[in-house]
């Protein structure tokens, strides 16, 4: 009984509140119906099990919404497909950033150089900056996928680093041989 209470109450949580119940919108604003409501315009959209419960990442790759990474009009989009490993300290799984994932909505200087410098490891922050919404909490817990997805981006495991980072040192140890 009070586990059917729990997936219950886990499927009303998945259901959009109506923008005049939300608490952040002005229900005597006349202007309010010519919003659309979360329940009409991100049910259409590829369904995920956190946040505002939209697959923001498979909506982009299916053609679903076409965003624009800028305001100036003559910027093009410049994709990176770079993943960066980041080690974190202690035992949690280590952290893949993907560069193609956020280049395919944002421009590289919403994160360079202020929130991070373009050189792997040459900026030092903790998970609390992180959950105080600083780096990669600027933007992860407000307006991208929220930081208890910890797996999402504590993605790689010790064999697949060791792996990766044997791969990295090799190409270092060839690429300073040819000097
Ligand atoms: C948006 C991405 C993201 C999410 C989500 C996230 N982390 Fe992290 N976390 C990081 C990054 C990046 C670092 C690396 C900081 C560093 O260099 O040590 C980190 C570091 C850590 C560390 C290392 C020690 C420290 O305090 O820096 C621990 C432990 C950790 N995270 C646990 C968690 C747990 C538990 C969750 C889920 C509740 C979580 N993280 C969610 C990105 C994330
Ligand atoms: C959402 C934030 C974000 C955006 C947008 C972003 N980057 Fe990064 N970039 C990072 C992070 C995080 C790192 C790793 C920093 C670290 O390890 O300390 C990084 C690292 C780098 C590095 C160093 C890689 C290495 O192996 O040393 C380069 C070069 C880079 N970025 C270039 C770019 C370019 C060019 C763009 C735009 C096309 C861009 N970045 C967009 C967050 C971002
Ligand atoms: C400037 C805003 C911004 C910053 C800073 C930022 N991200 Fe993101 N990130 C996004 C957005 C937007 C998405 C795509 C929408 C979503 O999944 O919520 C995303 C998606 C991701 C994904 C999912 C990729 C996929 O293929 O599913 C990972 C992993 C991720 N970010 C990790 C990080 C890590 C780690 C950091 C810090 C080192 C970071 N992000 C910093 C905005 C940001």
């Known amino acids: 009984m009070g586990l059917l209470c729990v997936l219950t109450l886990t499927a009303l949580a998945s259901n959009w509140q109506k923008l005049a119940e939300d608490g952040l919108h002005d229900p005597t604003n006349p202007a309010l119906k010519l919003l659309q409501d ?13 946040g505002n419960k939209v697959d923001w990442i498979r909506a982009l790759q299916n053609g679903d919404i076409k965003p624009r990474s800028n305001i100036l009009e003559q910027l093009e989009d410049e994709i990176l497909d770079l993943d960066v490993l980041i080690m974190a300290a202690g035992s949690a799984p280590i952290v893949r950033f993907p560069h193609k994932a956020h280049t395919e909505w944002l421009d590289c200087s919403n994160c360079h150089e202020h ?22 909490g600027t933007c992860h817990g407000a307006v991208s996928f929220p930081l208890t997805e910890c797996n999402r981006c504590h993605s790689v495991d010790p064999d697949e680093a060791n792996r990766i980072q044997r791969e990295m040192a090799t190409a270092k140890a060839e690429a300073d041989d040819k000097q």
Do not use: N, R, W
């Open 115 to 136: 929130l991070f410098k373009s050189k792997a490891g040459a900026t030092q922050f903790t998970m609390l900056d992180i959950l105080q919404g600083e780096y990669c």
């Open 38 to 50: 979360p329940t009409e315009s991100l049910s259409v959209l590829p369904p995920d099990s956190t």
